[in-house]
């Protein structure tokens, strides 16, 4: 895939906003299940957040290394794509 610095950055930060979306549903999930449940939830979840990463996050750093985000990098595109969202409602 041929991607453009703005494609890249808007497929990455897509990426790690799902990522951030799939975390928060995990920790909502295990709430309501019995602790048996757990492990079954998690590596559903584990996967999914693999084959996220693997197809945007890491597809958008291929093509533009300095796309690697680092701690800050993900808070504030997790913060910032929230915002966007709660704001277009």
Not at 34 to 58: C, F, S, Y
Not at 64 to 86: C, H, M, Q, Y
């Amino acid at each position: 895939m041929e991607l453009t610095l703005d494609a890249a950055r808007a497929l990455r930060d897509g990426g790690i906003d799902a990522m951030a979306a799939l975390d928060q549903m995990l920790i909502q999930t295990l709430k309501y299940l019995p602790a048996t449940q757990h492990a079954d939830v998690k590596r559903i979840t584990g996967r999914l957040m693999g084959a996220v990463a693997m197809e945007t996050i890491n597809q958008a750093i291929k093509a533009f290394p300095e796309l690697n985000p680092d701690d800050e990098t993900w808070i504030a595109v997790v913060i910032s794509k929230g915002l966007e969202r709660t704001s277009a409602s």
